[in-house]
T-cell receptor, first 114, second 113 residues
Framework: AQSVSQHNHHVILSEAASLELGCNYSYGGTVNLFWYVQYPGQHLQLLLKYFSGDPLVKGIKGFEAEFIKSKFSFNLRKPSVQWSDTAEYFC????????????FGAGTRLTVKP | EAQVTQNPRYLITVTGKKLTVTCSQN?????MSWYRQDPGLGLRQIYY???????DKGDVPEGYKVSRKEKRNFPLILESPSPNQTSLYFCASSLQAWTGELFFGEGSRLTVL
């Protein structure tokens, strides 16, 4: 079955530390990849997306993600986190060949200590 | 302002009492979807709609119904709620399904006693 895996359930970092959150998917073929963020008490918002082209994509608030096709991965990175980055982060995948198949990972909770 | 509006935001109800969670979007989006969010499970799709009068089951449709009579509205109906439907529900929409750029509502926290 097609799935999205986020390996880290809860990550705790100090401010200014670097961040990398893992995301792997099991789809074959062409995929669209997304990271969404959910700040405490709020709804999900799109952080960044990848459809095609440069596998290193930049999103809002200094986040970036790298698509590595051979590893079926789309890891999220930020060089220096801030306390305001405390949130839950969700990786998501769609396939143009299966229009309805928008699948989310289980999410990674990030806590940034001031 | 472009938005997805859900109501109610919070609801406590009892087993078996039918309820409807409304969802409305003002962006003329074709695609709408309902998710439930549970700790450790992320977001799971309940139902989705590619366009008016076109709906289909997601991963966890049991116990839910939907309708899409108008483009802007996509209500979620719980005919006979049970405690395992206690969850946080999100409605989302996007211009087209394959783009995946979902706009989410604020969420509806439902407790079934």
């Amino acid at each position: 079955a097609q799935s999205v895996s986020q390996h880290n359930h809860h990550v705790i970092l100090s401010e200014a530390a670097s961040l990398e959150l893992g995301c792997n998917y099991s789809y074959g073929g062409t995929v669209n990849l997304f990271w969404y963020v959910q700040y405490p008490g709020q709804h999900l918002q799109l952080l960044l997306k990848y459809f095609s082209g440069d596998p290193l994509v930049k999103g809002i608030k200094g986040f970036e993600a790298e698509f590595i096709k051979s590893k079926f991965s789309f890891n999220l990175r930020k060089p220096s986190v801030q306390w305001s980055d405390t949130a839950e982060y969700f990786c998501a995948v769609t396939s143009p060949y299966n229009n309805n198949d928008m699948r989310f990972g289980a999410g990674t909770r990030l806590t940034v200590k001031p | 302002e472009a938005q997805v509006t859900q109501n109610p935001r919070y609801l406590i109800t009892v087993t078996g009492k039918k309820l409807t969670v409304t969802c409305s979007q003002n962006m003329n989006h074709e695609y709408m979807s309902w998710y439930r969010q549970d700790p450790g499970l992320g977001l799971r799709q309940i139902y989705y709609s590619m366009n008016v009068e076109v709906t289909d089951k997601g991963d966890v449709p049991e116990g839910y119904k939907v309708s899409r009579k108008e483009k802007r509205n996509f209500p979620l109906i719980l005919e006979s709620p049970s405690p395992n439907q206690t969850s946080l529900y999100f409605c989302a929409s996007s211009l087209q399904a394959w783009t995946g750029e979902l706009f989410f509502g604020e969420g509806s926290r439902l407790t079934v006693l």
